[in-house]
């Protein structure tokens, strides 16, 4: 058992199964967009606000912004421990990778957080 | 035929050269490149190398030819170079060369060990032996005939990332071996054992180690076969 503490779950087989399902709802939120793009070609700005208004609009919005932070999470961070390693960087590795951690999720959750106020707010 | 080889000598030498070596082949044979290799050495005494079998049973000269991994045994010139071309002979990649195409293979035994590859049963012994239907020992098939070449983990991106965390397509072949074995029954712990974001799941299924097995075996979908149980077992 190979352990680590910043993965998304700590977990390989709940990651990678987080992984696939968050790609499913954003997949399936994509289409939905697209969608109503098709439905209403020529939708325009009060159009756009009262499709988001809607209470089922916004847990979906909510709930794909929830998905998109997971799999970015997920994402990068595998990206991060497969190229940030004492193999290409030597000893100063473990800071190089943390600080690329901690960035990446700094601005997950200030997208998470900027996003709810987005959709959920006034 | 030019022969181009990767010398290196880590306590002499500041870095690697290649070689090149021109060898004479009888025009009307097909050697294998081992045959080619051992030539070459006749004319430079000095080149390093494994073999032992010279069939493809010993796993010993897993090598790089012209980009890739193979038996040197049991690859004929003509598939690893082409017609008129030069052939290419370099380590396996991603593991510490300890002389010339001398590859220091203990991280990858490290992975081997790791999944206990033995069997574990803790019921006591029948008299005679454990049996097995015929059905459940066809399940070994494509899993048992690995020769630990470790031509497929050389090839494997996320083995080279991760060498001492991620086990590798040759480790997780034989984990699934003991896994679909059933004479065995520590399967829950050794599930227990690969639940986690390295072991099994840096496999990202591009499938590099089913292409260079010079078995023909096919370590990804016995990482899938894993990943099923594991979410079985999981969810
Ligand atoms: S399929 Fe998996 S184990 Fe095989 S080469 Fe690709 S990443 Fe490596
Ligand atoms: S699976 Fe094939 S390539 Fe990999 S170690 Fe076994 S025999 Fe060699
Ligand atoms: S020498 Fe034994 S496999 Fe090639």
């Known amino acids: 058992m190979v352990t680590n503490a910043t993965s998304f779950s700590r977990s390989g087989l709940t990651d990678w199964l987080v992984q696939r399902l968050s790609a499913v709802v954003l997949g399936a939120y994509m289409l939905c967009i697209l969608g109503s793009f098709v439905v209403h070609p020529d939708m325009d700005y009060e159009q756009w606000r009262a499709l988001f208004a809607a209470d089922s609009m916004r847990i979906f919005s909510l709930l794909s912004l929830a998905a998109l932070c997971a799999h970015a999470w997920i994402g990068m961070w595998t990206v991060g421990t497969d190229y940030l390693t004492s193999l290409q960087f030597g ?4 800071s190089i990778r943390l600080a690329y951690q901690a960035i990446c999720i700094l601005l ?5 957080i900027w996003g709810i106020r987005i959709f959920w707010g006034t | ?10 306590e002499t030498d500041a870095k690697p050269s290649m070689q090149e070596i021109e060898v004479e082949i009888p025009a009307d044979k097909d050697l294998m ?4 290799l051992e030539l070459a050495k006749q004319k430079d005494p000095t080149i390093s190398y494994r073999r032992s079998c010279r069939e493809g049973v010993c796993g010993s000269d897993g090598m790089n030819m012209n980009g890739t991994n193979g038996l040197a045994c049991i690859t004929p010139v003509s598939e690893a170079a082409g017609p008129g071309k030069k052939l290419v002979l370099r380590p396996l990649p991603g593991l510490p060369v300890v002389r010339d195409l001398v590859v220091d293979m203990s991280v990858f035994y490290k992975q081997y060990e790791k999944i206990k590859p033995f069997l574990i049963n803790d019921n006591p012994a029948p008299a005679i032996e454990r049996l097995q239907s015929p059905e459940d020992r066809e399940k070994l098939d494509g899993l048992y005939e690995c020769i630990l070449c470790a031509c497929c983990s050389t ?10 965390k991620f086990i590798g397509p040759a480790g997780l072949l034989q984990a699934y071996r003991f896994l679909a074995d059933s004479r065995d029954t520590a399967t829950a712990e050794r599930l227990a054992e690969l639940d986690d974001p390295f072991s099994v799941f840096r496999c990202r299924g591009i499938m590099n180690c089913v292409a260079v097995c010079p078995k023909g075996l096919n370590p990804t979908r016995a990482i899938g076969h ?3 149980m594991l979410l079985a077992q999981g969810t």
Do not use: F, H, Q
């Not at chain 1, 997950?108 to 998470?112: E, F």
């Not at chain 2, 090839?155 to 001492?164: R, T």
């Open chain 1, 91 to 94: 000893k100063g590795a473990t």
């Open chain 2, 1 to 10: 035929m030019l022969v181009s080889i990767y010398r290196y000598n880590p």
């Open chain 2, 33 to 36: 490149v081992l045959d080619v």
């Open chain 2, 155 to 164: 090839n494997c991106p996320s083995y080279w990332w991760n060498p001492e």
């Open chain 1, 108 to 112: 997950i959750a200030v997208y998470l």
């Open chain 2, 226 to 228: 894993i990943r099923s």
